[in-house]
């Protein structure tokens, strides 16, 4: 029986299910002394502390403030007379626990119902007990689950809205002034709830004092792997149809369904899975659970398309067969198997990530997919023609050209370094050669090269070892310029002017010799250029985008920071590397305590916090410092 809350709109409630494609769910809704209901994402905007979560889903809480109001830069205001909701829950044996405190005049509803449409039903139980049951049609095997739950506090026999589809509700009244709590047990597999629900508080209670005792620390810095922990755990979902366990990019970004954007209240996918972002939540979540990091890339695998591509992004009714996004699959699955060894994941991994590698440079049209201006170099694009029809894409992606695509490929979605490029029809890639992509490209086959050698694949490894060595040598003999001490994207004039920070992406990948690594640095270490008190800005500071502080035209991204982070290391430049990690902590780190967020990017000019205010790749930040105080192990 999986327990916890992963259907994306559901902050305020659980999901029971016992098996793929069933069960019942339980949520929250409120309604004010004004008179107005808030429920599903009215809980995303009024979140303003989520956490503790333990792994091992033995304890959860997440915090709300009833007129908390988001603002787009700053993180959100909250009326202080406004009130808070805290919702806890804790899992124990075949039984979980749920405790609602009040303190806002209003009235709390617990309704009962069903996700993903599942067949399951709750139903009023009493006058013997105060409670629900639930009973869950079985999957093969035919078995039947029976969940009871019981209740303690506030009232039942109240019907949901009328519009709800046969839901119950239980409702708690608080008056002004005054706190109130509600709590339910609800049990299986013999267990009686009724018998449980005097025990609730101490429950609760006790979890969470035993989760805090466990929970990872670092000596000095406690808050950083507790952001981890807290922020990841709380965006962990489940794909309804299999069962398994993942990361989106952030509870916002499950996308509607396919057909359904334009109706007036869009059914939401199943779920989506986002390529890069995936990777890099496996190796956040290494630091607290080995079997979530696994399950989520593994997750992240299981998107592929049948020609190899992992995509920019795959719901289970939508996705992008045209594009994929940086490939670092590869990176992320030999961290993980270095970190918590498990031949059989790699091994159930390393196919799809094989695959995808020789997807970048498969034959199209005569000459490698993503082949750039010159051969052996690559450029970011968009198979034009495996673009899904009319209503088989959001609506921000309907009409989007040639280039737009290919820019979301990249995952830098709006670069500047991408106004300078021509959209090439005819190869259906954009008339460059890209520093980044190639970086990535080399790095994915040296990772994948180490793995293939991991699980006895010889000839693999070498094949890929020797395409890293060719891809070396045409980027030094091509990408380098001796002028700039930098290497540069190749445009059909010659080497691009502008400088983001993912030009110092070849550190990461190891294609620079020490001369020309100590040269990039003075770029990196200018004032004027990259370094600051916040870093690292995607853009040049002084080139004319910088203010724009939009999206990748300016801002900090976890992302880069971390693989230029890596790179740093690479080299044996550790003070600077410490710099920067310390740097990107502290901001994540104030921008969190401030605001109760887990922000998707930063302004480079003032450390605010920026994008959704809850994305899942946040924590890298705290990661790359824990690395730096060599503390990544979780409980």
Not at 143 to 159: L, Q
Request: glycine share 12%; charged share 25%; with cysteine.
């Amino acid at each position: 029986m999986h327990v916890g809350a992963f259907e994306a709109r559901r902050w305020a409630g659980l999901v029971f299910c016992p098996g793929p494609g069933r069960g019942v769910g339980v949520r929250l809704a409120f309604v004010t002394a004004a008179g107005e209901r808030r429920e599903w994402d009215d809980w995303y905007r009024m979140v303003s502390r989520v956490g503790p979560h333990a792994p091992d889903f033995s304890y959860a809480r997440v915090e709300f403030e009833v007129n908390r109001e988001s603002s787009p830069k700053a993180g959100a205001g909250v009326d202080p007379g406004s009130g808070s909701i805290v919702l806890e829950w804790s899992r124990r044996g075949d039984a979980v626990a749920l405790r609602v405190m009040v303190e806002a005049a209003g009235r709390l509803e617990l309704i009962g119902d069903a996700p993903w449409g599942w067949e399951g039903r709750w139903e009023e139980v009493g006058p013997e007990l105060s409670g629900w049951r639930a009973r869950v049609p079985g999957g093969k095997g035919g078995e039947e689950s029976e969940i009871v739950a019981a209740f303690a506090g506030g009232t039942g026999r109240h019907p949901a809205p009328e519009d709800s589809g046969g839901e119950v509700a239980w409702r708690l009244e608080v008056g002004p002034g005054v706190a109130g709590q509600v709590a339910m047990v609800a049990a299986w597999g013999g267990e009686e709830a009724g018998r449980l629900i005097g025990e609730a508080d101490a429950w609760i209670d006790d979890a969470h004092a035993a989760w805090d005792r466990r929970r990872p620390r670092v000596p000095g810095h406690p808050e950083l792997a507790e952001s981890i922990a807290d922020n990841l755990m709380w965006t962990v979902l489940i794909q309804p149809e299999t069962g398994r366990l993942y990361t989106p990019a952030g509870r916002r970004w499950i996308f509607p369904a396919p057909g359904s954007a334009g109706s007036s209240a869009p059914e939401t996918d199943d779920w989506t899975i986002f390529g890069w972002d995936t990777f890099f939540n496996a190796l956040l979540l290494a630091t607290v659970s080995r079997d979530l990091a696994w399950s989520t890339l593994l997750a992240g695998t299981g998107t592929q398309y049948p020609n190899g591509n992992i995509p920019n992004w795959r719901s289970r009714r939508g996705g992008t067969p045209d594009r994929s996004q940086p490939p670092v699959g590869s990176f992320a699955a030999l961290r993980l198997h270095r970190a918590h060894p498990d031949p059989e994941a790699l091994a159930a991994a390393y196919p799809a990530l094989r695959a995808w590698t020789d997807w970048w440079v498969a034959e199209k049209n005569g000459r490698p997919r993503r082949e750039g201006l010159t051969p052996g170099l690559l450029a970011w694009g968009s198979d034009t023609d495996l673009v899904p029809g009319p209503g088989g894409v959001p609506p921000w992606e309907a009409g989007a050209t040639g280039h737009q695509r290919a820019a979301w490929e990249s995952g830098q979605d709006d670069l500047p370094l991408w106004d300078e490029a021509e959209w090439d029809p005819r190869r259906q890639v954009l008339a460059m050669s890209a520093v980044d992509l190639c970086s990535y490209r080399a790095l994915d086959l040296e990772s994948l090269s180490r793995i293939a050698r991991v699980l006895g694949d010889a000839g693999t490894a070498e094949r890929l070892a020797a395409a890293y060595r060719r891809l070396a040598a045409t980027m030094n003999r091509v990408l380098w310029s001796e002028a700039a001490g930098l290497y540069l994207d190749e445009l059909p004039s010659g080497h691009s002017s502008r400088v983001a920070a993912s030009n110092f992406l070849p550190l990461a990948a190891g294609i620079p010799d020490a001369r020309q690594a100590t040269r990039m640095i003075e770029t990196l270490r200018d004032p004027a250029r990259f370094w600051g008190d916040w870093v690292l800005p995607t853009i040049s500071r002084d080139d004319p985008a910088f203010p724009d502080q939009q999206y990748w035209r300016g801002s900090v991204w976890p992302p880069m920071n971390y693989l230029v982070l890596q790179g740093l290391r690479r080299y044996g430049f550790t003070a600077l590397g410490a710099e920067l990690a310390r740097k990107g902590a502290e901001m994540f780190l104030a921008d969190r305590s401030r605001t109760g967020g887990c922000r998707e990017n930063f302004d480079a000019r003032t450390g605010e916090g920026c994008g959704q205010r809850f994305q899942s790749w946040g924590p890298l930040f705290a990661l790359g410092a824990l690395e730096e105080l060599g503390a990544v192990s979780g409980p």
